[in-house]
């Protein structure tokens, strides 16, 4: 059995100097791939680093909303330049967050805009981050089309009407901790509605970590606890789980590690 941790980030502070440790007790855990998610000038360079040394590790870069002010034309060649490169598989994390007070709603929405459109270009997909804005996220998302490579919303945090409208536009679903969180039956109920073939699972470490281990750092270890309940969510084994979200991911990602 092999987990994909879909969006995670080995690149924050907290793994400063324990990477190797974080990865060794995410595959004794079954967890063999991570998507790692770059934000920012720095986490991007991190991630790039990673995934140029382990075979297993891809990278995602983009700018985050809440980084939207250094979207400018500098942050937008180089982001060209990285997404050429050969670990390079994914746009993002791309959206809007109206919780942060970081950036205004108009600068997030351009920056959205803009990588959307760039992802195309480059015919990557997307991954969307969606905090307190679903009604904007979902109208950007629809004006300006999803690529043709597809997308995620990541961290899955809506219920069954809002599940349904992501998925009428083409997007994929991944689940953090928060669908093992006690108060969150309406994910679970979401994630009930989700076709097989969209169903994808992540960590977002060090953030969110789930039951049983929610209020502590949260490492790719952790994917088992989002897979064994969505597993019992989606009345499947936990195999046959891993085996669907796996499979999905390298499909999105378009990347095959185990032909390389």
């Known amino acids: 059995m092999k987990l994909f941790d879909t969006h995670t980030h080995l690149n924050a502070d907290q793994f400063d100097g324990i990477e190797d440790q974080i990865i060794q007790q995410a595959v004794d855990n079954d967890v063999h791939y991570m998507a790692v998610v770059g934000f920012d000038y720095p986490t991007i360079q991190k991630t790039l680093a ?3 040394d382990d075979k297993n590790i891809i990278s995602v870069v983009g700018c985050h909303p809440t980084e939207s002010n250094q979207f ?3 942050f937008e060649r180089q982001l060209h330049t990285w997404l050429e490169l050969p670990n390079v598989y994914m746009l993002g994390e791309i959206g809007l967050d109206y919780y942060w007070d970081t950036a205004p709603k108009d600068v997030q929405e351009r920056a959205f805009r803009r990588q959307i459109n760039i992802a195309k270009e480059h015919n990557l997909p997307i991954t969307i981050h969606n905090r307190d804005a679903t009604q ?3 109208r950007i998302l629809k004006d300006e089309g ?3 490579a597809g997308g995620i919303m990541h961290s899955f945090g809506e219920g069954p009407k809002e599940v349904e409208r992501f998925l009428d536009l083409g997007m994929h679903i991944s ?3 928060v669908l093992t969180f006690k108060k969150s039956d309406h994910v679970r109920q979401a994630a009930k509605l989700v076709p097989l073939d969209k169903l994808l699972i992540e960590t977002d470490a060090p953030y969110l970590a789930p039951e049983p281990k929610r209020g502590k750092r949260n490492e790719p270890a952790y994917v088992r606890y989002v897979a064994e309940r969505l597993a019992q969510v989606k009345e499947l084994t936990l195999e046959e789980l891993a ?4 499979t999905n991911a390298f499909n999105l990602f378009n990347w095959h590690p185990e032909q390389d």
């Open 175 to 177: 689940f953090s901790g």
């Open 146 to 148: 999803v690529p043709q």
């Open 72 to 74: 400018d034309a500098n």
């Open 243 to 246: 085996n669907i979200t796996t």
């Open 136 to 138: 904007d996220v979902y």
């Open 50 to 52: 990673y995934s140029r």
